[in-house]
């Protein structure tokens, strides 16, 4: 894409980690508990604090970054899914202003830890993938440790996942949409649906928690 190139990296930096959790037995019913929550104000089953997301403090991102950041993640995308395996990089501006990526690297099969080049490149927001589908896996929105991971970094996130989904995580609010759903990006040909029950189109980090089951 015109304006947009990839930025060179470097070991030096130390960015954590980003990941995809396994599916437990009880990972549906949560997700079927918290769509009746929601629908019913959330007060009954789950604190107000959750209930109370606050919408206000999101920033959704600029429409000319998702569609740089679309168009870059495709390719990674689909090397994700034959391979199995999560890429990871880094969206960031050069000291001129334009956008830049770094090169999406190669992870493991749940895990994926970017690099940040050494000098000349501000970083905006993560980018990785989820690999391929996997009905063991719960790989169709991001994680707690995700969200955590830009915040610890200061930055946002974008998610691509098996489904073709594109995530984004606003560190600051604490808060993930769904920028389009399956089919947006690349999607596994053995993708199926509602694996996890309904998925939303935005979870606060506390909702994430309660998905996946985490303290």
């Known amino acids: 894409m015109k304006g947009f190139r990839s930025a060179p990296w470097s070991p030096l930096s130390d960015p954590a980690p980003r990941h995809r959790p396994a599916r437990s037995p009880a990972l549906r019913r949560r997700i079927a508990l918290l769509a009746i929550a929601v629908g019913a104000g959330a007060g009954a089953l789950f604190p107000a604090s959750i209930a ?4 206000a403090a999101l920033r959704p ?15 990674a995308q689909m090397r994700s899914i034959e391979t199995d395996r999560e890429y990871c990089g880094y969206l960031g501006s050069l000291p001129d202003g334009r956008l830049a990526f770094t090169e999406m690297l190669r992870g493991r099969r749940n895990t994926c830890t970017p690099r940040l080049p050494r000098t000349g490149f501000t970083p905006i927001a993560s980018m990785h ?7 063991t896996v719960s790989a ?4 707690v440790q995700d969200m955590d991971s830009d915040r610890r970094e200061g930055v946002n996130g974008y998610v691509a996942t098996p489904g073709g989904r594109l995530w984004y995580i606003d560190s600051s609010a604490e808060v ?34 309660i998905l996946e089951g985490t303290n």
Do not use: K, M
């Open 52 to 55: 109370a997301a606050a919408p």
């Open 61 to 75: 991102p600029p429409a000319g970054e998702v569609a740089a950041v679309r168009a870059h993640l495709a390719p």
């Open 129 to 135: 993938t989820h690999g391929a589908y996997d009905p």
């Open 140 to 143: 169709e929105f991001p994680t």
């Open 176 to 209: 993930v949409i769904q920028i389009c759903g399956p089919g947006c990006l690349p999607q596994d040909r053995n993708f199926r649906d509602g694996d996890d029950g309904p998925t939303r189109n935005r979870y606060s980090r506390d909702e994430l928690r």
